[in-house]
């Protein structure tokens, strides 16, 4: 069983009388325990609604979405999670170590194991130094660091990111890139989206490239580009987004 599955998930956003707009259509995802798995795509092509199903943020159309066999209500399985969402919103008067508290209470850890980790993830994400800065005052970037460090507040198994990288330099992108292969090779799965391809090519072990709303490719890097020909990444986007419109004309 993969650890990660989705079967036929399918998302239909409904506005309004008889408007619908496809958020996902049949997405079939298999993530093994151990990978750096990347949702790549152009805007709009449904990574954040796939995320957002698989963590119960969002309920399917038709469809499932399961994590360690279980369906996104399951409290036993979301222990073992962590999220960091594309546009989190924080309560901005809190500091970093406030902030990383309440998700610790949220998580019902006691206040010793609250302490230490912390002291740990603040130091890991590079905050140690801001613990009396407010989130207002806080930079997108130091934004980006603080949400990565709650959502490792309850050492989940897996580790679900949007976009974890938009908004930040090229330094603290290969920061964050480095702090991901770090906590892989502690044993935690990472599913990320992102639509930068040079970082999905940096760290994932394997990718899906999704596009209006369907997965179109999954597979290794090398795999991809040895079935399309590609030089690179970039052109292997190009030549199965190009593929796919001509099978499927909108
Ligand atoms: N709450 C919503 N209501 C209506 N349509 C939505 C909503 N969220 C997303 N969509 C639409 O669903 C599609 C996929 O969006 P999204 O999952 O956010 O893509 P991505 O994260 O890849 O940019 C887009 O066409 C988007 O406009
Ligand atoms: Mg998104």
């Not at 119960?56 to 369906?71: D, H, N, Q, R, Y």
């Not at 920061?175 to 990472?190: A, V, Y």
């Not at 391809?197 to 899906?208: D, F, H, P, T």
Request: glycine share 10%.
């Amino acid at each position: 069983m993969a650890l990660i599955e989705t079967k036929d998930l399918t998302k239909i956003y409904e506005l309004g009388w008889n408007k619908k707009v496809i958020g996902l259509n049949q997405v079939n995802l298999q993530i093994e325990e151990g990978e750096i798995f990347g949702i790549l795509g152009p805007n709009g092509s449904g990574k954040t609604t796939c995320l957002k199903l698989l963590l119960g943020v969002l309920f399917p159309t038709s469809g499932e979405a399961l994590i360690m066999g279980k369906g996104p209500l399951d409290v036993n399985m979301k222990k073992h999670v962590g999220f960091l969402p594309e546009n989190p919103y924080y309560y901005d008067y809190l500091t970093g170590p406030e902030l990383l508290k309440f998700y610790g209470r949220l998580f019902d850890l006691s206040p010793a194991e609250i302490n230490n980790r912390t002291a740990r993830l603040l130091e890991m994400v590079g905050l140690a130094g801001a613990k009396r800065l407010s989130l207002r005052h806080y930079s997108k970037g130091m934004l980006e660091r603080i949400g990565l460090a709650a959502s490792l507040i309850n050492d989940p198994k897996i580790l679900v990111l949007d976009e974890p990288t938009t908004g930040l330099d090229p330094i603290g992108c290969k920061e964050t890139r480095d702090l991901l292969l770090q906590l892989n090779q502690q044993g935690k799965t990472i599913l990320l989206s992102s639509h930068f391809l040079s970082e999905v090519e940096r760290v994932c072990s394997r990718i899906a490239i999704f596009h209006r709303g369907n997965l179109i490719e999954q597979g290794t890097l090398k795999e991809l580009i040895g079935q399309y020909q590609a030089n690179t990444l970039e052109d292997l986007f190009v030549k199965s987004i190009e593929k796919f419109d001509q099978q499927h004309p909108a």
